[in-house]
């Protein structure tokens, strides 16, 4: 399978910080790539699709960037709301397993 | 409006054989954009993708957990099932089904998520 592999895996950050997830894939994925939002003892919230499509309805705040191999989510300015664990997640083909990342928890 | 609900027992013992039913609504299982997938999260662990399954019957599971589960579907009834052999307490996790679309390989829509724990 791909591994996928985030940095950093938490983080304490303020309301208003500027807020940058990185995630590499272990073998070339082209941009599929897509960023989910998790909350405690919810479900996950897709927030951007093929490495920098924001899903509708997301906070223009989340910004996604990057091809290949690395990628990135940034959060311009934090929000109270964005205290969450952010999981990113690779769909290179339709017939080869998916696999997300470890997770980055934002923690006030 | 798309949803989707997962059902299953709740507890199940060692060795025995897992069954999760996810029935969809909003959308169809024969439409060619859409499939369904599952995906489960142990408490307090990151999620993990288990397989997806597509309209046309395409497959693909984890390759570290594919010889214990298979996936299908019973379009008449909207449903996806999962079913997982051999459980063993490390199983024990919030399993999830969610909507992809094959278009943009993404899953939109996400269920609530079932828990299961697996002991004797």
């Known amino acids: 399978d791909i591994q996928m592999t985030q940095s950093p895996s938490s983080l304490s950050a303020s309301v208003g910080d500027r807020v940058t997830i990185t995630c590499r894939a272990s073998?070339?994925?082209?941009?599929?790539l897509n960023w989910y939002q998790q909350k405690s003892g919810k479900a996950p919230k897709l927030l951007i699709y093929?490495?920098?499509n924001l899903q509708s309805g997301v906070p223009s705040r989340f910004t996604g960037s990057g091809s290949g191999t690395d990628f990135t989510l940034t959060i311009s300015s934090l929000q109270p709301e964005d205290f969450a664990t952010y999981y990113c997640?690779?769909?290179?083909?339709?017939?080869?397993?998916?696999?997300f990342g470890q997770g980055t928890k934002v923690e006030i | 409006q798309v949803t989707l609900k997962e059902s299953g027992p709740v507890l199940v013992k060692p060795t025995e054989t897992l069954t999760l039913t996810c029935t969809v609504s909003?959308?169809?299982?024969?439409?060619?954009?859409?499939?369904v997938g599952w995906i489960r999260q142990p408490p307090g662990k990151a999620l993990e993708w288990l397989a997806h399954?597509?309209?046309?019957?395409?497959?693909s599971y984890s390759t570290s957990l594919e010889s214990r589960l298979t996936i299908s579907k019973d379009t008449s009834n909207s449903q996806v099932v999962l079913t997982m052999t051999n459980m063993d307490p490390v199983d024990t996790a919030t399993y999830y089904c969610?909507?992809?679309?094959?278009?943009?390989?993404?899953?939109?829509?996400w269920g609530q998520g079932t828990l299961v724990t697996v002991s004797s």
């Open positions: 997640q690779q769909t290179y083909s339709a017939l080869w397993p998916w696999t």
């Open positions: 093929a490495a920098s």
């Open positions: 909003g959308f169809s299982l024969t439409n060619a954009r859409m499939g």
């Open positions: 969610a909507r992809i679309l094959r278009t943009t390989m993404i899953t939109d829509y």
């Open positions: 399954i597509f309209s046309n019957d395409e497959k």
């Open positions: 073998q070339y994925i082209s941009y599929y």
